[in-house]
């Protein structure tokens, strides 16, 4: 999936409506939109060129907006709801969906919580049917609870305890925002994985499970009014329930730079870490997002500036990156990385990296630079049109972090629309080191 064209796609929520919207005039992926009576959103990328079908339900809900406390219950929940409906038994959804020759799965993030499925367009139905069941009847037993809090441990100990580089980016996290639910790993902190009930998990489906909660996206083999019927058929009779709304703790005004230093046996390759408090699409100042993300190109091109000034030639990096999340409901960051050449150090890296960044403050970036963006940046839009799936989990990002089918349809425009004037006012805003954190990673004997 492109995640830049993800990262800067723009804002706002469609009304209530059941008639259908007109096709997106842009140029991307032409989608049809409407509003079901309940509340839930439905939006259709048709793609005929295969009798296959991408059917996705995402949830404006993610592990920023649990409570203090039950860190990891987002995620705990989306492994429950494949423990069984009073239709459907435990762990068959996704034996079902296997037997009738697909493949299905689910994600948890900071904003969102996503499950799809991938099937022939004749089976299309049947996964709708079993969503929406699963949507409004959920029902696993205690019996199933507590085993599966076990798979979220170990799920928590294989991908992250052991992997150093993993723990790393929790701190780095937990140091960047210093009252934001982003400071919180989305797997959660292990003791409080431990203390999760299969109640905490229920309270929060009630809450946040609701078809005026959710968005329907189905990218494949099927027309506008063949999905309008099944969608009206099966999550259309879902009663809509009060959601409370979205609000998080915000980020104060950060004054002081940070540092961090973790050391750990199992690193090979010692790394840094440098990431920026940064506003998105939808949040804070917003005018700089699609300019930041068109300066992450620039940075990033294989024969951009980092690459040029860290690792080309004599440079101290072996390898060097930009990143930039501008698709978050709230601020993001924007921030870069590294990792020395054999017999370098960190500090050279880290100097090197400076003088790119305050040389960039100064002179800003060139036509050519900005041409050479472009240019990448269609061709990502080009290729996001190849897949199902990649087009599906573009819009669900969109849609549950303040977007809009326009803004998603507008990214080309936007994109062209960028000025090197603005590229640099967007670099003077963020790159401020009060609003940074800046995190070594090293072998267990460095220091």
Request: negative net charge; glycine residues 8%; hydrophobic residues 40%.
């Given at each position: 999936?492109?995640?830049?064209?993800i990262?800067?796609?723009?804002?706002?929520?469609a009304?209530?409506?059941?008639?259908f919207?007109e096709?997106?005039r842009?140029q991307?992926?032409?989608?049809?939109?409407?509003?079901l009576?309940?509340?839930?959103?439905v939006?259709?990328?048709?793609?005929h060129?295969?009798?296959?079908?991408?059917?996705?339900?995402?949830?404006?809900?993610?592990?920023a907006?649990?409570?203090?406390?039950?860190?990891?219950?987002?995620?705990?929940?989306?492994?429950?709801?494949?423990k069984?409906?009073?239709?459907?038994?435990?762990g068959?959804?996704?034996?079902i969906?296997?037997?009738?020759?697909?493949?299905?799965?689910a994600f948890?993030?900071s904003?969102?919580?996503?499950?799809f499925?991938?099937?022939a367009r004749?089976?299309?139905?049947?996964?709708?049917?079993?969503?929406?069941?699963?949507?409004?009847?959920?029902?696993?037993?205690?019996?199933?609870?507590?085993?599966?809090?076990?798979?979220v441990?170990?799920?928590?100990?294989?991908?992250?305890?052991?992997?150093p580089?993993?723990?790393?980016?929790?701190?780095l996290d937990?140091?960047?925002?210093l009252?934001?639910?982003?400071?919180?790993?989305?797997i959660?902190?292990p003791?409080?994985?431990?203390?999760?009930?299969l109640d905490?998990a229920?309270?929060?489906?009630r809450?946040?499970?609701?078809?005026?909660?959710?968005?329907?996206?189905v990218?494949g083999?099927?027309?506008?009014n063949?999905?309008?019927?099944?969608?009206?058929?099966?999550?259309?009779?879902?009663?809509?329930?009060?959601?409370?709304?979205?609000?998080?703790?915000q980020?104060?005004?950060?004054?002081a730079?940070r540092r961090?230093?973790m050391?750990?046996?199992r690193?090979a390759?010692?790394?840094?870490?440098?990431s920026?408090?940064?506003?998105?699409?939808?949040?804070?100042?917003?005018q700089?997002?699609?300019?930041?993300?068109?300066?992450?190109e620039?940075?990033?091109?294989?024969?951009?500036?980092?690459h040029?000034s860290?690792?080309?030639?004599d440079?101290?990096?072996v390898?060097?990156?930009?990143?930039?999340?501008?698709?978050?409901?709230?601020?993001?960051t924007?921030?870069?990385?590294?990792?020395p050449?054999q017999?370098r150090k960190?500090?050279?890296?880290?100097?090197?990296?400076?003088?790119?960044?305050?040389?960039?403050?100064?002179?800003?970036v060139t036509?050519?630079?900005?041409r050479?963006a472009?240019?990448?940046?269609?061709a990502?839009?080009?290729?996001?049109r190849?897949?199902?799936?990649?087009?599906?989990?573009?819009?669900?990002a969109?849609?549950t972090t303040g977007?809009?089918v326009?803004?998603?349809e507008?990214?080309?425009?936007?994109?062209?629309?960028?000025?090197?004037?603005q590229v640099?006012?967007?670099?003077?805003?963020?790159?401020?080191?009060?609003?940074s954190?800046?995190?070594?990673?090293?072998?267990?004997?460095?220091?």
């Open positions: 999936m492109p995640k830049r064209l990262a800067v796609l723009s804002a706002a929520v009304s209530l409506a059941v008639s919207v096709p997106a842009a991307i992926f032409n989608p049809t939109q409407f509003m009576g309940n509340g839930m959103q939006v259709l990328i048709e793609d060129r295969a009798p296959v079908v991408h059917h996705m339900v995402w949830y404006r809900v993610g592990a907006d649990e409570a203090p406390g039950v860190s990891g219950v987002a995620h705990y929940l989306e492994h429950l709801m494949f069984g409906t009073p239709n459907v038994p435990p068959e959804f996704s034996k969906v296997a037997r009738e020759g697909g493949r299905d799965n948890t993030s904003d969102y919580t996503g499950y499925q991938t099937i004749d089976r299309l139905e049947l996964v709708m049917s079993m969503e929406a069941d699963r949507m409004s009847q959920l029902a696993p037993k205690a019996s199933d609870a507590k085993p599966e809090l076990q798979v441990m170990e799920e928590r100990l294989s991908r992250t305890d052991n992997n580089g993993a723990l790393f980016g929790e701190q937990a140091a960047q925002y009252s934001h639910p982003y400071g919180r790993p989305v959660g902190w003791a409080e994985i431990l203390r999760l009930t905490d229920m309270a929060f489906y809450t946040h499970y609701a078809p005026n909660n959710a968005i329907l996206i990218a083999d099927v027309r506008p063949e999905l309008k019927a099944l969608a009206e058929k099966y999550y259309g009779l879902i009663p809509m329930r009060p959601i409370p709304p979205r609000i998080r703790p980020e104060p005004n950060q004054l730079a961090l230093s050391s750990d046996a690193v390759q010692p790394s840094m870490r440098r920026y408090l940064a506003p998105s699409r939808s949040a804070g100042e917003k700089h997002a699609v300019p930041l993300a068109v300066l992450a620039i940075l990033n091109a294989p024969t951009g500036r980092l040029n860290l690792v080309k030639g440079g101290p990096a390898s060097a990156g930009a990143w930039y999340s501008s698709m978050s409901l709230d601020q993001g924007f921030g870069f990385s590294a990792s050449k017999g960190l500090d050279e890296v880290e100097a090197a990296l400076d003088k790119v960044i305050a040389d960039l403050l100064v002179s800003g036509e050519g630079e900005m050479r472009r240019i990448g940046m269609r990502e839009t080009i290729y996001a190849d897949g199902l799936s990649g087009a599906a989990r573009i819009f669900g969109a849609l977007l809009t326009e803004d998603v507008a990214w080309p425009r936007l994109v062209d629309a960028v000025t090197r004037e640099l006012a967007a670099a003077r805003y963020v790159l401020d080191l009060r609003r954190v800046t995190g070594h990673l090293l072998p267990k004997d460095q220091s």
